[in-house]
């Protein structure tokens, strides 16, 4: 049975400070995000090659794998659930606004480095609307620091900028991949199984 619940955000985030990854846990989400909106045939392996390296027999490397794992395959079924289930990849609510703002700006950025990944040539390539989406999105993710200072201000900006990020995301993916109906979850070869 498909587990269809994101894992826990600092669950993620510490195992990959343990194996020392060079992608936070939210811009892996948007790595993610990125490879499936464009093709969501996107194998898996190959995903997680990109954030971790390692040993796979090291424990907190396993740790690691099984969580991206979770994450990947979660972040598939919500974009192609049909029910606008999908949720970007976030600190918790009651986590500071400064470090939502941080985590979702590496989320652009992630975001903007899976498409690199995706096999996408240039953004010439998109239709018009996720052409200017991802400009924007682009855009967000090497804005550098947020100002904070005025907090429900802040707050009400920053819920409508993550609002137009993971709807932009399900009209995207909408758009590249109308007709394919829902993926194939089922274990995809070991072409890229680790040494």
């Not at 392996?45 to 907190?60: S, V």
């Not at 009400?156 to 109906?181: D, S, Y």
């Not at 194939?184 to 680790?194: G, I, K, M, R």
Request: with cysteine; aromatic share 10%; charged share 25%.
């Amino acid at each position: 049975m498909l587990d269809t619940q994101l894992p826990e955000f600092y669950t993620l985030e510490d195992a990959l400070l343990r194996v020392d990854a060079d992608f936070t846990a939210s811009e892996a989400h948007g790595i993610a995000c990125a490879v499936l909106a464009f093709n969501n045939q996107y194998h898996e392996k190959a995903w997680q090659a990109q954030i971790l390296k390692g040993d796979h027999r090291d424990f907190h490397v396993q740790e690691a794998r099984k969580l991206l794992q979770q994450l990947f395959n979660t972040s598939l079924w919500q974009l192609n659930s049909g029910d606008l289930s999908f949720e970007l990849f976030l600190p918790p609510e009651q986590d500071s606004l400064a470090a939502q703002v941080t985590a979702l700006q590496k989320w652009c950025q992630g975001f903007a480095f899976g498409l690199a990944l995706s096999g996408l040539k240039t953004l010439q390539d998109l239709p018009e609307d996720s052409r200017d989406w991802v400009q924007d999105v682009v855009k967000i993710g090497a804005a550098g620091e947020m100002d904070v200072q005025d907090e429900d201000e802040s707050e009400a900006a920053f819920i409508e900028l993550a609002e137009f990020i993971r709807v932009g995301v399900l009209m995207m993916n909408e758009e590249l991949q109308p007709i394919r109906g829902k993926p194939q979850l089922a274990e995809q070869t070991e072409e890229y199984e680790q040494e």
